[in-house]
């Protein structure tokens, strides 16, 4: 699989930037989704893919900066002349999944689904609203999406061996706390070490951060720690 960053801000997009969206595409090539679609995704993403050939759309979150660029897609879709694209979503907030439903969108309840040549599971993570990390299997390979999430128990196990984990580094060590609604690249790093991923990228970057700092941070628990940044593709 290669995976190829789209957006990799958050809350909002940086100077330039994009927030959380990715596309993961099997090594044939007949299997493309995209994971998230925060405001500056649409546009990138019809630079990497012709949007017929996009098999589906995995949103993890139904916050606005990993949801947003759904709302023009809809006219994407109907000038490509696709009457529904296959979305997975969870149905809360309702306001938000209300805006999915307007859509041109074949709406599915979070649950394991094969898509193509890929097999995704679901573990429900700990934010403010309903959330889920997701997992990816194809052509041998594993592939860990933590979305947004603060400590979750069952994340270890449910990324063990990933080859590749991509995690929400979204607070640095002295803004975290219990209640905050994501990991520090700290917790990331250690959650790569727990669950012995074969590679760390850290995503979700505050604009409101120097990423070096970041960085920085995890490479204290996993040297092979990298920052996710937009456009670059990653061999799973």
């Not at 595409?25 to 994971?35: A, E, Y």
């Not at 606005?64 to 709302?71: A, F, G, N, T």
């Not at 449910?158 to 991509?166: E, I, P, T, V, W």
Request: proline residues 7%; aromatic residues 8%.
């Amino acid at each position: 699989m290669i995976l190829t960053m789209l957006g990799v801000n958050g809350p909002f997009p940086s100077r330039q930037g994009a927030c959380s969206g990715y596309l993961l595409t099997s090594d044939s090539g007949r299997t493309r989704i995209l994971f998230d679609c925060g405001s500056g995704v649409l546009g990138r993403l019809a630079g990497e893919c012709d949007i017929r050939d996009l098999n589906a759309v995995v949103l993890t979150h139904l916050h606005y900066d990993h949801m947003s660029d759904m709302l023009p897609l809809t006219y994407m879709l109907e000038f490509a002349g696709i009457e529904a694209l296959k979305t997975i979503a969870p149905e809360t907030p309702a306001k938000q999944y209300g805006m999915l439903k307007d859509g041109r969108f074949d709406l599915y309840p979070v649950r394991d689904i094969q898509i193509g040549e890929m097999k995704l599971e679901f573990l429900p993570v700990t934010h403010p609203v309903e959330a889920y990390a997701v997992r990816v299997k194809c052509d041998g390979r594993m592939f860990v999406y933590t979305g947004d999430t603060n400590h979750t128990d069952a994340l270890p196990l449910f990324a063990d061996g990933a080859d590749l984990l991509l995690a929400d580094a979204g607070l640095l060590r002295e803004d975290w706390a219990p209640k905050k609604p994501h990991m520090t690249p700290g917790m990331c790093a250690r959650l790569a070490r727990d669950a012995r991923a074969g590679q760390l990228v850290l995503t979700h970057l505050s604009p409101l951060y120097d990423p070096e700092a970041l960085l920085d941070e995890a490479l204290a628990d996993y040297p092979n720690a990298v920052l996710a940044r937009p456009g670059v593709r990653i061999a799973v």
